[in-house]
């Protein structure tokens, strides 16, 4: 995809900070291996707008689908963490004024995943927007491209960070429906 002034403002040469902040990943095998097929091969296949179109659509399905798996998987947590907190107070038969504080030790967890929840939800309907111009049937040009990659880079400068860990649970599934979606 050609540089977009509009996006990213001027070209410049980055190679001094590519060899810089790369150093680290290039001389780590494993890592060095994960930055090779990124995207799935399949759109090494296509012609340059339908393999850029077809990048950012695995791309939003990888958020996405992140997203609300981090947002369901923040609820449950909270839910088990609160019952058990309350089961030691009920089970050491605690008076009511004690599980109270016990209530009061919630809270701060509960602002955590209600802000989080919060967060998600934005980022979430920003990607479903997002969604109504990637997978519309008109067909795109590099202008087209470049506008849903402007929104693409937005949501990434802004959006709720979702740990690794997360990301790492869920790669091979998500690998695995990407590759059977390129096929499509």
């Not at 605690?94 to 967890?109: K, N, T, Y």
């Not at 067909?139 to 506008?147: A, P, V, W, Y």
């Not at 402007?150 to 990434?156: A, N």
């Not at 740990?163 to 059977?180: G, L, Q, S, V």
Request: hydrophobic share 40%; aromatic share 10%.
């Amino acid at each position: 995809m050609p540089w977009d002034k509009r996006i990213f403002g001027r070209d410049k040469n980055v190679d001094h900070e590519i060899v810089t902040h790369s150093k680290k990943i290039l001389s780590n095998l494993q890592e060095k291996k994960q930055l090779k097929d990124w995207y799935t091969p399949v759109v090494d296949k296509k012609n340059t707008i339908d393999g850029i179109l077809a990048c950012q659509r695995e791309n939003l399905g990888w958020d996405v689908g992140l997203r609300k798996r981090f947002k369901f998987a923040s609820i449950i947590l909270f839910i088990i963490l609160v019952a058990v907190i309350l089961a030691m107070g009920l089970w050491k038969n605690e008076r009511i004024i004690d599980l109270l504080w016990r209530v009061v030790f919630i809270a701060p967890m509960l602002k955590w995943l209600l802000d989080t929840i919060k967060k998600l939800n934005k980022d979430i309907s920003t990607l479903q927007e997002l969604d109504s111009d990637i997978n519309n049937n008109e067909t795109k040009t590099m202008e087209d491209l470049q506008d849903i990659q402007k929104v693409i880079f937005q949501h990434r400068k802004g959006c709720y960070a979702i740990p690794e860990c997360i990301y790492n649970i869920f790669k091979d599934n998500d690998e695995d429906r990407a590759y059977r979606e390129a096929r499509m």
